[in-house]
Structure formats: C-alpha cells, structure tokens
C-alpha cells in the first residue's frame, strides 16, 4: 500500500528491522532510510552530503531535496518528501532515467573537482596564509 505520509524517527544506527512510514534520520552518519514509499518493502537509503540529498527539519517535519527516484528496484518509484508528506511524481522513460543518471555522476564528479582545486590553489588559502607568506614565515 503507498504511504502517505512519513513520520520522522532520528536515531543513531539503522534498526534491523524498518518500519512502515517512519522516516529514519541518523545525523552522525549524514543519512536518511526509510522503506518504499510505494509499499515495495525495498530499503531506500538517501545519503545527506552537498551532492545527494538535503533535508530540512523544521522542529516538526522533514523534507528532502531532490526527490527520491528508485531507478534501480523493479518499482522504479518516484516520490518527493516534503514536510512528512509524499508528494507522487509521474513515472519516467527508460531515457529520462539515463538522463538523470548521467547528470548526477556529472555533477558529482565536478564538485569534488572544483572542491580539490579550491584546496590546491594559493589563492584559496585564506588571509592568514596570504599574510604569512607576506611577512616571510
């Protein structure tokens, strides 16, 4: 049966066994899993870094950003959560899912290119390390 709506549950490890509507978030390890939203039963795992998932908790409820597309359970579901609730997204093509794929690797891949050249250059230092090379130390 499809959920409706999640309940957030915030704990440290991953219980055993999930269950049904609850959405569990685990801080310490930047994560969020909760069961298919389309009654499935498969485990959906949403990692909380700049280049996957970002969730807002307003004291009451959660919202994750971007949506959930389960391209890779037989389901192919695909759903947002926002403010505890899940909001349906139509169904998509086989290209449309390529597409999404590609963009994401992509997008992956240059932040942390962008984030390794920013710690390599001199410039990205910051003012102190700009002041000590000034001064000679």
Known sequence: ???????????????????EGVLYVSMSYASAIHKCCCGCGEKVVTPL???????????????????????????????????NRI????RW?????????SFDESAKKNFYERKKLSTETPQHKGIWQALKNWAGW
């Open 1 to 19: 049966m499809k959920q409706r709506d999640l309940r957030p549950e915030f704990i440290e490890f991953v219980p055993p066994a999930l269950e």
């Open 49 to 83: 870094s700049p280049t996957d998932w970002k969730l807002t908790f307003d004291g009451e409820t959660i919202s994750l950003y971007p949506s959930i597309g389960n391209w890779d359970f037989r389901c192919q579901s695909h759903y947002w959560i926002r403010e």
């Open 87 to 90: 909001e349906w997204a139509p």
């Open 93 to 101: 093509t086989e290209a449309q899912i390529r597409s999404a794929k």
